[in-house]
């Protein structure tokens, strides 16, 4: 049940983050928009998007801070982790340089956020298949390695899977409410934890029970 005045039963905030030039604008747009922008312009400190849907009965609000990929702004951008329930950490699979700066990225992650925040890795950019430099093996292995809840590959220009990790995220944050993981409390939209979110861990430590399937799970 929503509750009175409001027309949602949940609100999760989502920040979204990686190096500069990943199309993290592009996701944010052609989820709330259904549309691509050939040439979008920089993105200077953060930019925010919302849209709401239904999933598994309830009415979610999803509200998504898109972040500056540039070093400098990394001040910036640490100042939305607070209250977040979902990250999305995105790379261009056309890019092996972006692939590689991914670590520190969830490195910040790791440092500015609780460990029950939910992460989705995502390698944007899947219609460009010709100039793929990372597998879909790489960004898996990446993702189990690192304890990472889910991992994908989307293209934010043909809109190929863009809801489906927006949703999947919520899916997943929805199903550690109900576990008692994690606690929402509306319609703040803040995030506390109950316990520790398993298969996660602090900066420099090895996750516990990091490996996922090959096939099935998130990973699609």
């Known amino acids: ?21 990943v199309g993290k604008s592009s996701l944010l747009l052609q989820f709330t928009d259904k549309r691509f922008e050939p040439s979008h312009d920089m993105t200077i400190g953060v930019e925010f998007g919302a849209r709401t849907v239904k999933l598994n009965g309830q009415t979610i609000k999803i509200q998504i801070w898109d972040t500056a990929g540039q070093e400098s702004f990394k001040s910036i951008t640490r ?19 972006s692939f590689k700066y991914l670590r520190g990225w969830l490195e910040d992650i790791h440092q500015n956020a609780g460990a029950e925040l939910v992460i989705m890795l995502v390698g944007n950019k899947a219609d460009m ?37 927006f949703l999947k995220t919520a899916e997943v944050i929805l199903d550690k409410i109900e576990q008692g993981v994690i606690a929402s409390e509306k319609p703040e939209g803040t995030i506390r934890a109950h316990q520790a979110a398993p298969g996660r861990a602090g900066p420099g430590q090895k996750p516990a029970g990091a490996e996922k399937p ?7």
């Open 129 to 165: 298949e010709d100039r793929r430099e990372i597998s879909w093996e790489e960004g898996e292995q990446f993702a189990r390695d690192n304890g990472i809840d889910c991992f994908s590959e989307v293209s934010a220009k043909t809109g190929e899977k863009v809801d489906a990790v």
């Open 1 to 21: 049940m929503a509750q009175q005045g409001n027309e949602y039963d949940h609100r999760f905030k989502y920040i979204v983050v990686g190096p500069s030039g």
């Open 79 to 97: 100042s939305y982790y607070h209250g977040a329930f979902g990250a999305l950490l995105v790379y261009d699979i056309t890019c092996r340089d």
């Open 214 to 220: 090959a096939n099935g799970g998130c990973c699609s």
